[in-house]
């Protein structure tokens, strides 16, 4: 049974009624108006943003890449931690300036702050330069929200808490004609007892095969080589629909279209990660060996405590199993110190993990509070300091390890997408999203190519073209 909300065609074209109507707005006074999209967080937000951007240009607008002179600066915000929302508070006080110097500036605020209403209200109090909020689940109606600020100069909130809906067909503005992020599904079913994505982003519910499978044959045919399939735990992509398609199905009809390219997703939550994920990834070329697989924690009582549905051994084990079919597997991961309770012994158990299992890269984290989540009124006897001790102590054993996988690459050669230039080199990179840099021709761009690697430093690697044979 599907039990997602779809946005129906009519009330799409009912948006896109809204942009005629602000499009000619502008032409009847022959003005090109700009706008200006900043976006925080993950590659959600940013895939959010160029739907953003696809209904501005719909619109009329041209974008550009300020806030100063733009006629429409728009911030799709990230809830993650505490300094995220910090970042976009301070940067929304600065706009004050830039209203004042280009008086028909429009600011609006969307993405996963606004989801919260606390921060909505805080917006309304203390913000009155922010002329329109509207969360995640509303960003199909944002012409609506944009027509009603310009044409009544009412602040206008579209902020209703709902279980979340499928919007297809909305524009798209993409920056990179090599790369593409798809969505395949949004929200969050698993309430991990930290993390605030299930309350701001709705319930999970997954695109249609049919619908992916055709964005990403179109994408390919538009010279895209590099796919990458987004969603806060694919794994679990399908459950909600009576398709009969899983997500390793999904991944193997993709990797089945014709042509060039690669295809790689994230995130993956290790509960749902199975052994057929593995041999599908390992079956196909065109699926990269590379698994974002976030661990938060080595040690299975503080997974517990996180909701995590898992333990360090069930965890070691997925591990073990998809190296043992993909020995080549680039590995990257999600950890969490300081979780509340985090005892020391339990840290060390984080440290020997990663030390195990030896990951190309780690996105590191110190625990942070969100109001409204589980941990957020658990007992945290454990001081900044110490946190910020055990943080540093993870990120300098990871980066032993990061330099050390880096140098086993000299001497390799692998199959690189050339994806553009740095200064007088090419950029490009590796299945496992590595960069290299190199010497060539920049008729190369947009090609993939064997590179044999020549010299690496933590965070990136040099080589040159090696002829194919
Ligand atoms: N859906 C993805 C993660 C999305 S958020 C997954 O489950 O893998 C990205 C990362 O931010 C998480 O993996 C986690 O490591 C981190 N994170 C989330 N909430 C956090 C919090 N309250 N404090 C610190 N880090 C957090
Ligand atoms: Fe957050 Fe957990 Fe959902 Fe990831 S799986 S978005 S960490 S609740
Ligand atoms: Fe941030 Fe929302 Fe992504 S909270 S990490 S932008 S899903």
Not at 171 to 184: E, F, G, M, Q, Y
Request: aromatic share 10%; glycine share 8%.
């Amino acid at each position: 049974m599907t039990k997602t909300a779809i946005i129906s065609k009519e009330q799409l074209d009912s948006q896109f009624a809204f942009c005629a109507q602000i499009k000619a707005f502008w032409q009847g006074q022959s003005i090109t108006p700009t706008a200006y999209v900043e976006t925080y967080g993950c590659q959600q937000n940013e895939a959010d943003s160029e739907n953003i951007r696809g209904l501005l240009i719909e619109c009329g607008y041209a974008i550009t890449d300020s806030a100063e002179g733009a006629d429409v600066v728009v911030m799709n915000t990230c809830a993650i931690r505490e300094h995220a929302e910090q970042r976009v508070f301070g940067n929304l006080g600065a706009l004050t300036h830039t209203k004042r110097r280009h008086g028909r500036q429009k600011i609006f605020l969307c993405g996963c702050m606004a989801g919260q209403e606390v921060v909505v209200n805080r917006i309304k109090a203390s913000y009155p330069h922010v002329d329109g909020v509207f969360s995640t689940h509303h960003l199909w109606q944002f012409p609506e929200i944009l027509s009603r600020v310009l044409f009544t100069g009412k602040r206008t909130y579209f902020t209703a808490d709902e279980p979340g809906s499928i919007a297809e067909g909305l524009p798209h503005s993409r920056d990179s004609k090599l790369k593409a992020w798809v969505s395949i599904m949004y929200g969050c079913n698993n309430f991990c007892t930290y993390c605030i994505v299930p309350y701001v982003r709705g319930r999970e519910r997954s695109r249609k095969w049919e619908d992916i499978l055709s964005e990403c044959k179109q994408l390919i045919e538009s010279g895209i080589k590099d796919i990458t399939l987004l969603g806060q735990n694919v794994n679990s992509y399908g459950k909600d629909l009576d398709q009969g398609v899983d997500f390793a199905d999904l991944l193997a009809k993709i990797a089945e279209l014709p042509g060039d390219f690669i295809i790689r997703f994230m995130t993956s939550h290790p509960r749902d990660a199975s052994n057929k994920l593995f041999d599908t990834m390992a079956r196909y070329p065109k699926i990269a060996k590379q698994l974002h697989l976030p661990f938060q924690s080595g040690s299975s009582r503080v997974l517990k405590a996180m909701n995590r549905h898992y333990d360090r051994e069930t965890y070691l084990e997925k591990v073990r199993y998809a190296k043992s079919v993909m020995p080549d597997l680039v590995l990257t991961s999600d950890v969490i110190v300081g979780f509340p309770g985090e005892t020391e012994e339990e840290f060390e158990e984080t440290i020997s993990l990663i030390e195990q299992v030896h990951y190309d890269s780690l996105f590191t984290f110190i625990f942070s509070p969100r109001p409204g989540t589980p941990a957020y009124t658990m007992e945290d006897p454990t001081p900044k300091e110490e946190k910020n001790r055990r943080f540093d102590k993870l990120c300098a054993v990871q980066n032993g390890i990061s330099e050390q996988l880096h140098n086993a690459y000299i001497g390799k050669t692998l199959r690189c997408l050339i994806d553009g230039t740095d200064k007088e080199f090419l950029t490009a990179r590796t299945e496992g999203g590595r960069l290299v840099r190199l010497v060539g021709d920049p008729s190369l761009i947009g090609t993939f190519a064997p590179i044999t690697i020549t010299g690496a430093t933590t965070w990136s690697l040099t080589g040159e073209l090696t002829e194919k044979d």
